[in-house]
């Protein structure tokens, strides 16, 4: 085997490149397009790029907020939220629901969304979104470094108690992952890639 010529840093002294490498590396990474309501009414949807599945039993999802923003806020004051499922027809909205303003500022309305009630939460799903999980908050938890030192990033986990799937994407009783066209982050402050069917593969495991 041939020796590589490796980049080597620890963190915490700088990785002495141009961009930060962590999040390009730690790719793709599925959107955690959050909705949720606050104890007045408003209603906030923002996207996360920390985001993904914990559990099957019960089904566990969670999304990591740098910074105390007002998802996080809302999610704990009501215990309640809505992943909506990000796709290539609809990146333009997610980009846009992540511009930063006020709290009381509707992200649907801005970005040109519309809202559907939920059934289980008082909290409404993207209706152009193929897919939508309602969930229940099971923890909110403060991220901490090896030494113990608390940082400035909420895990916010919530179990998933009601799915809504376009049934457009269900094909002989199995949901098609690639047919909706995800979008999935890559690194940097924009890059992105798009979940295509003819780059989807299979593989069985050995056991």
């Known amino acids: 085997m041939t020796a590589k010529d490796l980049h080597f840093y620890e963190p915490k002294y700088g990785h002495g490149l141009k961009h930060d490498p962590f999040n390009a590396i730690v790719a793709p ?3 955690g397009w959050i909705s949720s309501r606050d104890p007045d009414g408003n209603v906030n949807l923002a996207p996360y ?19 105390w923003k007002d998802s996080v806020a ?30 009381d500022v509707d ?12 059934k289980l939460v008082n909290v409404p799903r993207v209706a152009e979104s193929p897919v ?6 099971s923890q909110i938890v403060q991220l901490q470094g090896a ?19 376009d ?3 269900i094909k002989d009783g199995v949901y098609q992952t690639a047919l909706t066209h995800p979008i999935v982050r890559a690194g940097r ?10 780059n989807m593969f299979e593989m069985i495991r050995p056991d």
């Open 167 to 169: 049934k457009a994407f």
């Open 189 to 198: 402050r924009g890059d992105y890639f798009e979940i295509k069917p003819e």
């Open 132 to 137: 939508s999980f309602e969930c229940k908050v």
């Open 49 to 67: 790029s920390f985001f993904n599945a914990f559990c099957y039993v019960p089904p566990i999802i969670g999304f990591s907020s740098t910074n």
């Open 147 to 165: 030494d113990g030192k608390k940082a400035e990033a909420w895990l916010t986990l919530g179990e998933v108690v009601a799915v809504y799937i």
């Open 29 to 31: 990474r599925p959107i």
């Open 107 to 118: 992200e649907f309305k801005l970005a040109g969304l519309t809202q559907l009630p939920g």
């Open 74 to 103: 809302n999610i704990q004051e009501t215990g309640e939220f809505v992943w909506n499922l990000a796709t290539m027809d609809l990146a333009k909205h997610m980009n846009a629901t992540a511009a930063h303003v006020a709290r």
